[in-house]
């Protein structure tokens, strides 16, 4: 190519790569094109639970519905730029969201063309475009479906950095703005982007000390840059930080603060310090990275819970394969890719800017591996420069063949994984159909209650109230579902009634005092806090007790319906909902876990049945074995719905004393091993034997895929 980079080779270049990123998304759409169980509404269903609470924010704004104490995110970027868009495109809403994060991700192809030509090698920018577009971490969160914040938010630091080494390096005025403006648009859109953005100024900040200390140059451009990297960064409102940003550039193109650079940053500094400053910056990271059980204090009660970030397996340290493989596709290619940055570093040291994206993807390896994400584009940009350098050393007229083919090579891996990676829709077309039906039957102000991972989908889907999704999820808000779920359906009904109307309680609360409690002048108790505190307790195991021994929860009257909804997929998690409420909430210890078993693994090893895991039923059907202890079994139960999909329930009795009950739920081809307290816990028994006393609970909807009771309390 020509030393002399022509737009028309930027935006050709491009067109290409974000053509290339795209059509790989689509192969997900090819392999599962007319599959039923995904499709509603004419439309393949989104892959994330996430989605649903911006799609659920979108889907209001659109219909101009907003209500006090409802969780909709009317007034968040991502909800916003959504309706924008399905208003002005003539697609379905469906459609949209699906198809969002495919067309956004695949914009990160551009920043990388732009750094390429910044350094003078476009071809080093065209193949990390290739590489981090499909790359798998990166291919993972910003596939077709997966409708969520990721889709730009890798794309608009990659921006900055592009804006950055082009400003340090040309110093031309125009990229001080750019990167201004970046900032703005991405803590606009991701509010959580603040430690990424005053990482970056800090490395800027290095680099304008080597500048004036190390090679006795000229600062002012550098100080004029981190000033208005410091003024983005406030905690103001947008629209003023936007329209002080533009005036202060004005005056500056028109002369009157080059003299003056150092004041500016001085007084930028102030008014940073003033809007919040270098207040806790780590915020939504130090919740993945710190794993201990939390505490939640009253005014005259402390309890402890069970974290979710104990049952995330994005926040756990990773194997270094895994690492590798999932910002560069293999181990070789990551570390030939690390290799390749470190080189295009030493000569190039504006790519030490990347140090923020590369550090905190780093922190994949022992914090989680959704940070992996971070690394892809300088990764790639290493990659493509050990490319652009070894194919260099071939003969002239070859090298563009020898560099097609190593980046082929370095392409194969993450294809791969882009063809085997079939990630299912949250839902099923058959579980989706029982939330819709609900959207007919619940009013917006009634309740329906299930575990966080399914709050967002349920609110979409409903269009109902929930208390736990997949942002208010915290030990002591899973506690009282938890809870209800393990206990008889008398606990299970008055805890999910209190839990309700103690919610309620709390909304009004904060709708009132709003101001005092964001500032901690008013503390707000968990709902389980206040159901022992006005039923006259002060200590969570005595009042625990007298709820089990029959004792009425003191709770505020009825005000609306609740709905308990139970779908096929929370049975392979139940173990994990239970261990929320098997916490000693005085102590914070956790106590002895209830046996379950679930497998689809039935193989005949002669004397016994092989169920996996060290499991098996011994060949008399009197005992499960594990691993060389024999444990009694009770009863073997068989399920297996007729013709009119009515559950028929068989009962073989094994003995009396025995210890364990076996389910063999035979239209699903699982099979369950449980003890007395999971047999007899709520959850068990109305989903999986649809046994519910009318007394508590009265069935709605129930199907093999779903069931929906309502509470009778």
Excluded: C
Excluded at 256 to 276: E, H, M, P
Aim: aromatic letters at 16%; charged letters at 20%.
């Amino acid at each position: 190519m020509n030393h002399i980079i022509t737009t028309k080779q930027i935006v050709l270049l491009s067109l290409m790569a974000f053509a290339f990123s795209f059509l790989m998304r689509l192969i997900w759409v090819y392999q599962f094109n007319g599959y039923e169980p995904y499709i509603f509404n004419s439309q393949f269903m989104i892959g994330t639970n996430d989605g649903y609470f911006w799609a659920e924010g979108a889907r209001d704004i659109l219909g101009n519905t907003s209500e006090v104490n409802y969780n909709s995110p009317i007034n968040l970027a991502m909800s916003q730029i959504t309706a924008l868009i399905a208003r002005v495109l003539p697609f379905s809403f469906e459609t949209v969201i699906f198809y969002m994060s495919a067309f956004f991700g695949s914009l990160i192809v551009i920043p990388l063309i732009l750094i390429g030509k910044v350094l003078g090698k476009i071809e080093v920018g065209f193949i990390a475009a290739l590489i981090a577009s499909i790359a798998w971490s990166y291919y993972n969160r910003t596939m077709v479906g997966y409708f969520d914040t990721d889709m730009l938010n890798i794309v608009l630091p990659t921006f900055l950095l592009w804006s950055l080494i082009a400003g340090l390096n040309l110093r031309e005025d125009r990229y001080i703005l750019f990167s201004v403006l970046i900032i703005v648009l991405y803590r606009w859109w991701y509010p959580q982007s603040y430690s990424l953005e005053l990482a970056f100024f800090i490395i800027v900040a290095f680099y304008t000390g080597y500048r004036y200390f190390k090679q006795k140059e000229d600062i002012s451009f550098e100080l004029i840059l981190s000033g208005f990297m410091l003024l983005a960064m406030m905690s103001v409102d947008d629209i003023v930080k936007f329209f002080t940003i533009v005036i202060l550039y004005a005056i500056y193109k028109a002369g009157y603060l080059k003299k003056y650079s150092i004041y500016f940053l001085l007084f930028a500094f102030l008014a940073f310090l003033l809007a919040g400053g270098f207040e806790p910056i780590i915020g939504k990271i130090k919740g993945y990275i710190l794993k201990d059980q939390s505490s939640v204090s009253g005014d005259i009660l402390s309890l402890h819970f069970y974290r979710v970030v104990q049952t995330i397996k994005e926040a756990g340290s990773i194997p270094f394969e895994l690492f590798a493989s999932r910002i560069s596709g293999h181990t070789i290619a990551f570390l030939f890719s690390f290799i390749g940055y470190i080189w295009l570093s030493f000569k190039h040291k504006s790519m030490l800017l990347a140090l923020p994206l590369v550090g905190l993807g780093f922190l994949a390896y022992s914090s989680g591996l959704r940070f992996t994400i971070y690394t892809v584009p300088p990764m790639a940009l290493g990659a493509g420069y050990l490319i652009y350098m070894v194919s260099n050393l071939s003969v002239k007229p070859k090298n563009y063949i020898f560099m097609g083919l190593l980046t082929t090579l370095a392409l194969a891996p993450n294809i791969a994984h882009i063809i085997d990676y079939k990630t299912p829709t949250v839902f099923n077309k058959n579980e989706v159909e029982v939330l819709d039906k609900m959207k007919s039957i619940a009013s917006r102000e009634d309740y329906i209650l299930s575990w966080w991972d399914y709050g967002y989908p349920i609110r979409y889907y409903s269009d109902v109230k929930t208390i736990i999704d997949g942002g208010i999820h915290g030990g002591k808000n899973n506690y009282p579902f938890s809870y209800a779920m393990k206990s008889s359906q008398e606990i299970a009904s008055n805890v999910l009634r209190a839990d309700v109307e103690y919610e309620e309680k709390r909304l009004e609360k904060f709708s009132k005092f709003k101001e005092e409690i964001e500032s901690k002048e008013i503390n707000l108790d968990s709902n389980i806090a206040q159901m022992i505190l006005e039923s006259g307790f002060k200590d969570a195991n005595d009042f625990l007790a007298y709820v089990e021994s029959g004792g009425e929860i003191k709770m505020p009257p009825k005000s609306r319906e609740i709905y308990l909804f139970l779908p096929n997929d929370m049975l392979s998690i139940f173990p994990t909902i239970s261990k929320f409420s098997k916490i000693d909430l005085m102590s914070g210890k956790m106590g002895k876990e209830p046996f379950f078993f679930m497998t689809r693994f039935m193989q005949d090893r002669g004397n016994y049945i092989d169920l996996g895991r060290g499991v098996a039923f011994d060949k008399s059907g009197k005992y499960v074995l594990i691993g060389d202890t024999k444990i009694p079994l009770k009863h073997f139960i068989t399920t297996k719905y007729d013709k009119d999909m009515h559950l028929q329930i068989s009962v073989d009795s094994i003995g009396e004393d025995g210890e364990l009950y076996a389910i063999f739920m035979s239209d699903y081809r699982q099979l369950l091993l449980l003890d007395e307290e999971m047999f007899n816990s709520t959850f068990i028994q109305l989903f999986v034997l649809e046994k519910y006393d009318e007394k508590y609970f009265q069935p709605v909807i129930v199907t093999p895929f779903a069931k929906v009771y309502k509470v009778m309390r």
